[in-house]
């Protein structure tokens, strides 16, 4: 692997975001993703390199969190690390010299503000390749459908925090699935299951920001 790329994926997997970033503290002082990825361009690499660079650096970030041996701040910097990469790639995908996988459409929830599992998903799944339309949160039914009916091919992640507004999920889930019944729908948040999901008729459900960038690789195979 070329000396910029595997370093680009420690800056991401350690969420080093740039040469100002006091954090993490061992590579303080170091160039960061921002930098490393400016080079790499400079250096020739192809943005599609640099992509699957970022996409193996939070890859790394989510195994270890999966194994408890890292936290939601480590998956936060991880993922701003990312996005300093993706700042300087949006012009690839805006000019299609990088092809998106597809279009990922996520949202919290009528009734639900939270937006730290939502967000950490985004920045993963965009991470990986895809394109992320991010409608925040408390969002209500209709703007979901709203949202399909404009990007017809894309799949749909909806987010809840709350025991209080599964409700409102399996609701949006089931008004999505009877408009657009080929729709894959995936969802997520603390108080759901798998059991839950089958439940409200969703296509699949994703304990973390990995399982999701998962389900929505395997969908695209």
Not at 146 to 153: F, G, K, S
Request: net charge neutral.
């Amino acid at each position: 692997m070329h000396e910029l790329i595997e370093q680009l994926v420690v800056c991401v997997e350690r969420g080093k975001v740039n040469k100002a970033s006091p954090f993490p503290p061992g590579m303080k002082g170091t160039d960061g993703a921002d930098e490393v990825t400016q080079r790499a361009l400079e250096a020739a690499i192809g943005p599609e390199v640099i992509l699957q660079a970022c996409n193996e650096g939070m890859t790394r970030i989510g195994e270890k969190f999966g194994r408890n041996e890292v936290f939601v701040p480590d998956l936060l910097m991880a993922a701003k690390a990312m996005n300093a990469v993706m700042a300087h790639l949006k012009p690839f995908f805006q000019s299609g010299s990088i092809k998106a996988k597809g279009t990922f459409v996520i949202g919290t929830v009528a009734g639900d503000l939270h937006d730290i599992g939502k967000n950490l998903v985004a920045m993963f799944v965009e991470g990986s390749g895809w394109k992320v339309v991010d409608l925040g949160v408390d969002v209500k039914t209709a703007k979901f459908i709203d949202t399909i009916e404009r990007n017809p091919d894309c799949l749909v992640g909806l987010s809840a925090l709350l025991t209080t507004t599964m409700a409102m999920m399996a609701k949006t889930v089931k008004e999505i699935k009877v408009r657009f019944p080929d729709t894959t729908v995936i969802v997520g948040g603390a108080p759901l299951s798998i059991n839950a999901a089958k439940e409200m008729g969703a296509n699949g459900y994703a304990p973390d920001p990995q399982g999701a960038v998962a389900l929505l690789n395997a969908s695209h195979k």
